[in-house]
């Protein structure tokens, strides 16, 4: 194998020690893996589309803006050794909280957002009660949720889809609707929460609360709380996705039993190395996991295959994407030893 | 004289039809007219020559590839709408055209595949517009690219179409649902009828019921028409419909105006045997419970929207588009009022067809007896 740059071919190498610089960082590195598979993806669809077209790269942005946000929630919470399931069905009720806020109440719009994104958070605060203290595993209590909020949204919409306020229009360039809004926001609420998992009390004690809850919890951190926090957190963050989802389309959607983004930001988490079981995981990771699938979808789109083609195609891409992410991760910890 | 004239010239005289007299004169050269003439004609074999290798008699052209945008990219309404823009795209010479959008009605996804569409410089774009305002600045990006877009199946709201597209290809949507009203005026005289519709407010199936009232309201009978609710999924919808039939027993008319409430309806009415009370019904779209119940006799109509024709015809509109250099414009179209009877279902249960959807092989569907009366 050449020593060259880490192109594809480097995947199945040995781990080398002291000798490249640069596979010492992809080996060292927890999220290198999933650069390099991100790359490659983009170079090839470089080669064979325009890829990196200007208007192209907006679009791809936006593919990865959403689940980034969401992403951000769902490694808090997975980390922790939780899930949130009900963060898609937030995401279409948020905007829709807005909308009533502002057109059947008058409140001026950013008060309305302001006030939707409370009113996520109180969610995020329901599901943490009843898995911290009525103890219902998360994995039920976010799906029960997800149902509930689900039905609030159909029943108050009456399955209309609504347009923006015109008194929040103002605010759209800013808040998704702008070429690079979305990304970001995204990328600023990345940057805030790896500082606040990597530096803080709270990011420490949320890595010892999924790694070691016994531990931890005998180590007198106050798990319940850095628990519900989080869910609190993730239902904002998701929320707020949807009301810059909703600026950047231009029309407030009714939910379609549609889940996919939920499912895109858990993966994207996972992609990025978090640990399903918790007790590890990057949100620099997400965004990287997030910036794969969004180069895969957007690619496939660009290359032209058909949605049936499309599903087969970006399942096995994740699967590959997957195993080198995987392989290289366990290099990575033989070069560690 | 005429073993002077060229070979082409001569060659190109062939594809005119001339007289004899008349080809002998010109190949002689007797008149300025024959020389304008065999001018004409040789320059028409000539662009003929350059040009062949296009579809028919036009002129060749890249293998241009359009994109569809769809709301229900694996919804099997659609089956026969992929068929058609595949057929057309063959019969044209040009590449399959691409399928993509949303699974499940996300119109970000949508709106996101449109964007992705006009990156990838597609030759056309086709879009199913079921939201008033999310493809407005995306179809005003594909035309300022220079791609032009027209829309298919769903195009705003009766009002206002929500985008700047050529044309629409697709069921007038109110104009269906003023045709079912005339249809029920016309079956029922007073009483009592229902109108069931899945989901209230849904692009694509509020303006069919809004023009059934309208045409009821305007008939001037003494009709006393309920919009009801049916829900999301064909398990809700018949249940719905059953509670709300055996609630109602003085019931003159039960009509649906989505594909699932319609086979809901279809099943309810045989199960209580309701056409034995003259009760009429009818309603839209042609899945095989529907087709089946009007062959049997327990749904009256059902209203065909013809959804092959919506991916036939928007290939060759934006086809002639290009070719013409913009010069014929799409039209919009209206491809969906064709009410199924007991008279005319036999077709459509007898063969399976890629025009309904129903099977994948190219076929030449023989049919026979008189046409009246089908439609």
Request: with cysteine.
């Amino acid at each position: 194998v050449s020593s060259a740059a880490p192109t594809g071919e480097d995947l199945g190498a040995p781990p080398r020690r002291g000798g490249n610089p640069l596979l010492t960082v992809l080996l060292r590195r927890q999220e290198a893996s999933v650069v390099v598979v991100a790359v490659a993806l983009i170079i090839y669809f470089e080669v064979v589309s325009d890829f990196l077209a200007p208007g192209n790269v907006v679009t791809i942005s936006q593919y990865v803006a959403a689940p980034t946000i969401v992403a951000i929630g769902e490694v808090l919470l997975l980390v922790s050794g939780q899930i949130d399931l009900s963060v898609g069905s937030v995401f279409v009720l948020a905007p829709f909280l807005m909308h009533y806020a502002i057109d059947f109440y008058g409140v001026p719009a950013i008060p309305a957002i302001v006030l939707a994104l409370l009113v996520c958070g109180v969610i995020g605060l329901v599901n943490g009660f009843v898995t911290v203290v009525l103890e219902v595993p998360s994995f039920i209590t976010t799906l029960g949720m997800l149902f509930a909020i689900q039905g609030f949204t159909l029943t108050t919409s009456h399955a209309y889809p609504a347009e923006i306020p015109a008194k929040a229009a103002g605010l759209a360039t800013v808040l998704g609707h702008g070429d690079w809004s979305e990304l970001v926001w995204a990328l600023a609420l990345v940057l805030i929460f790896q500082v606040v998992l990597s530096y803080t009390r709270w990011g420490l004690h949320t890595v010892a609360v999924g790694g070691n809850p016994v531990g931890a919890r005998e180590a007198g951190i106050r798990s319940g709380r850095i628990l519900m926090g989080n869910f609190v957190l993730a239902s904002v963050l998701g929320g707020f996705a949807g009301v810059l989802e909703a600026f950047r389309v231009n029309t407030i959607s009714p939910p379609t039993g549609d889940q996919t983004l939920m499912f895109t930001a858990i993966s994207a988490a996972v992609i990025g190395g978090t640990a399903l079981a918790g007790g590890s995981g990057t949100i620099i990771g997400a965004l990287l996991g997030a910036v794969v699938l969004g180069v895969l979808k957007d690619g496939f789109n660009l290359i032209g295959l058909n949605a049936y083609t499309f599903d087969l195609i970006l399942g096995l891409a994740i699967l590959l994407a997957m195993i080198s992410n995987v392989r290289l991760d366990k290099l990575r910890k033989a070069g560690r030893r | 004289m005429t073993n002077r004239v060229d070979p082409a010239v001569e060659e190109a005289l062939d594809t005119v039809p001339l007289p004899n007299v008349a080809r002998r004169r010109l190949l002689s050269g007797a008149g300025l007219a024959s020389a304008s003439l065999a001018a004409s004609a040789l320059v028409a074999a000539c662009s003929k020559n350059s040009n062949s290798g296009g579809a028919g008699d036009f002129a060749s052209t890249p293998k241009w590839k359009f994109t569809f945008v769809n709301h229900v990219t694996t919804n099997p309404f659609f089956v026969p709408t992929q068929y058609g823009m595949q057929d057309a795209a063959a019969l044209l010479g040009l590449a399959k055209p691409q399928w993509t959008g949303s699974e499940n009605s996300n119109v970000g996804e949508m709106v996101s595949a449109t964007n992705t569409a006009v990156s990838a410089k597609s030759d056309g774009l086709a879009i199913a517009v079921v939201d008033l305002k999310a493809f407005t600045d995306p179809v005003d990006k594909a035309l300022s690219a220079g791609i032009p877009v027209v829309s298919y199946n769903a195009d705003g709201s009766a009002s206002d179409p929500g985008t700047a597209r050529l044309g629409y290809i697709g069921q007038d949507l109110f104009t269906s649902g003023t045709e079912l009203g005339k249809r029920i005026v016309a079956s029922v005289d007073s009483g009592e009828v229902v109108g069931f519709i899945a989901t209230p407010g849904s692009l694509n199936i509020q303006p069919r019921i809004d023009g059934a009232k309208q045409a009821i309201q305007q008939s001037g009978k003494s009709l006393k028409f309920t919009q009801v609710a049916s829900g999301a999924t064909v398990q809700d919808e018949l249940s719905t419909i059953d509670a709300y039939v055996q609630g109602h027993p003085n019931l003159k008319g039960i009509f649906a105006v989505d594909a699932g409430s319609t086979q809901g309806v279809a099943q309810t009415v045989a199960k209580y045997k309701l056409k034995d009370k003259g009760v009429a019904c009818g309603g839209f779209d042609l899945v095989p419970e529907t087709l089946k119940a009007i062959n049997t006799g327990s749904l009256d109509f059902t209203i065909d929207q013809q959804p092959y024709l919506q991916g036939f015809l928007p290939v060759l509109y934006l086809y002639l588009y290009k070719m013409s250099g913009g010069l014929q414009q799409p039209p919009d179209t209206n491809t969906g009022l064709l009410f199924v009877t007991k008279d005319n279902v036999k077709p459509y249960l007898s063969t399976k067809t890629r025009f309904e959807g129903s099977s994948t092989k190219q076929q030449l569907v023989g049919r026979s007896g008189a046409i009246k009366g089908t439609k």
